[in-house]
């Protein structure tokens, strides 16, 4: 299974995407990749963001994520009841772990 890193795009996102399966970044990087998320669907690229460490505010990024990472048990309760969002787990593993 390929995954890509954001950092990793480049200056064609769509093009870095092509083939692989999941498309990781951070919540610092989710500002900067609306353009990368809404290729993600057209390539059918999955998409998991790590949320750990940050306060998660909803949006729109939300519709286009399919693994949320969390630091609190009850926050990832929360969202994965709220968000629309496959997966949400509070974990201190390498994201890697649970992709699928």
């Known amino acids: 299974m390929e995954s890509i890193l954001f950092s990793n795009l480049g200056a064609d996102p769509r093009s870095a995407m092509q083939g ?3 498309l ?3 919540a610092e990087e989710l500002p900067r990749a609306t ?4 290729f993600s669907e057209l390539e059918d690229v999955l998409v998991a963001v790590d949320h750990r460490g940050e306060a ?3 949006g729109l990024w939300m519709r286009a994520v399919h693994l949320l990472l969390v630091s ?4 990832a309760q929360s ?5 629309g969002i496959t997966k949400v787990i509070a974990t201190n593993e390498p994201m890697e772990e649970h992709l699928w």
């Open 56 to 58: 998660v505010e909803e």
């Open 24 to 26: 990781m970044l951070t």
């Open 79 to 83: 969202l994965q009841a709220s968000s």
């Open 72 to 75: 609190d048990q009850n926050e």
């Open 20 to 22: 692989k399966r999941w």
């Open 35 to 38: 353009a990368a998320l809404a």
